[in-house]
């Protein structure tokens, strides 16, 4: 297909909930195996203050954690806990053999150090994939790490909609630890086998870099940053930015956009990720992947 072709097609949808959706019956199906050999995965999601958008967050992971079947909790703890009264919750998970999933939401309250809470974090259990140890894994590619759900979920999303990632030039839009970062290692691995191009806001040119992507993945937090005019035609495009912004039109008075610019970018691609619906429900199906291994390995 010539370029002018497929600039005048409109990219296909990736489906992120209706992928999440059959990953996490797959999941359910071996939740139900396991149990059947009398271990039931447990995830235990550790909750610190009040804030109102972490407290949706652990709502769902608990929900979705129950309906595969496995064994959900949440600790809710005050804002003024300390230090140390965290890492002896963390502690405690540790060395309960129930508990095979351990994740303590993020932002933390200060004067709290999340850093020493997630080196505290058994890595058999760290779900999340943020421990060292596990980052470590995922950089050197020994599959009995635990990579971050965010990523992960990117890399099952191109698999599930058939992008040959091998020899592609993947273009990736944030350096963050959970999500940019991780993402390029895991693009690198052989097999998947990505040139990847990692940018920030230090990147001079970022448009030059985009356009030479035939795959992008913006990870970045600002509102459709990423515009028609930056993407080649015919790449595939995942958008991982989750950015609330003002819309008259909504009920609530906001709504939540990522960061492409769906409409214009749509006209370019040859496939898409919408926002809400594209990457957003694979990354709980991810933390309940990483779970059932967890729990699977206790038995392996
Ligand atoms: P961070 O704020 O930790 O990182 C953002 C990255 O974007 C940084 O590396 C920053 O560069 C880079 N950046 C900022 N502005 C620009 C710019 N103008 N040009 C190029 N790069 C820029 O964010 P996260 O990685 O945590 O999250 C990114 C987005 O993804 C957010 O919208 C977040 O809500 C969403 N998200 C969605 C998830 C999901 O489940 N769908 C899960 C996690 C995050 P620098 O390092 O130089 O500051």
Redesign the pocket.
Known sequence: MTEEATATMQGAIIDGAAAARALREEIARRTAALAARGIVPGLSVVLVGEDPASAVYVRNKEKASREAGMRGETIRLAASTTQEELLAVVDRLNADPAVHGILVQMPLPAPLDADAVIHRIDPSKDVDGFHPVNVGKVLIGDSSGFAPC?PSGVLHLLRVSGVETRGAHAVI????N???KPMAALLVQPGVDATVTL?????RD?ADHVRRADIVIA????AR?ITAAMVKPGAVVID????RIEDATAKSGSGLVG?VDFDGVRDVASQITPVPGG??PM?IAMLLRNTLTAAERTVA
């Open positions: 965010t839009v944030g350096r963050s959970i999500v940019g940018c920030h806001s230090r990147t970022l990870a970045v937090g600002r940053l991982v930015g989750m950015n960061d990457v957003g990354t």
